[in-house]
């Protein structure tokens, strides 16, 4: 029973920032890459963020480059999305992910979502 549970969502004002956090358990969380997907209504899910199980690499989709950053702490099994500079197009269900590598996350092979947090962003 693996679980990924988010936090850290709410409602902010643009310009704002908002820190996200996934907790893990009952997962190998350092042999995991990790990531972050959001989904808007009526729209399809997308990707937003990723990190390899040692940290060393990230990858971010172009529309959140140098406001988004990921990190995490295998110490604490939790994966955390720091935003900045937020849009009101930033507005979506942000979801927790785990996968191979950040190649399989990118790709949407995913073996592990979380429940996933609301992120809505003001003008």
């Known amino acids: 029973q693996v679980q990924l549970v988010e936090s850290g969502g709410g409602l902010v004002q643009a310009g704002g920032s908002l820190r996200l956090s996934c907790a893990t358990s009952?997962?190998?969380?350092?042999?995991?890459?990790m990531g972050w997907f959001r989904q808007a209504p009526g729209k399809e899910r997308e990707f937003v963020a990723a990190?390899?199980?040692?940290?060393?690499?990230?990858y971010y989709t172009d529309s959140v480059k140098g406001r988004f950053t990921i990190t995490r702490d295998n110490a604490k099994s939790t994966v955390y999305l720091q935003m900045n500079s937020l849009k009101p197009e930033d507005t979506a269900v942000y979801y927790c992910?785990?996968?191979?590598?950040?190649?399989?996350?990118?790709?949407?092979?995913?073996?592990?979502w979380g429940q996933g947090t609301q992120v809505t962003v003001s003008s």
């Open positions: 992910a785990g996968g191979a590598t950040i190649a399989t996350l990118r790709s949407a092979r995913v073996d592990y």
């Open positions: 009952r997962l190998t969380f350092s042999s995991y890459a």
């Open positions: 990190i390899s199980w040692s940290g060393a690499s990230t």
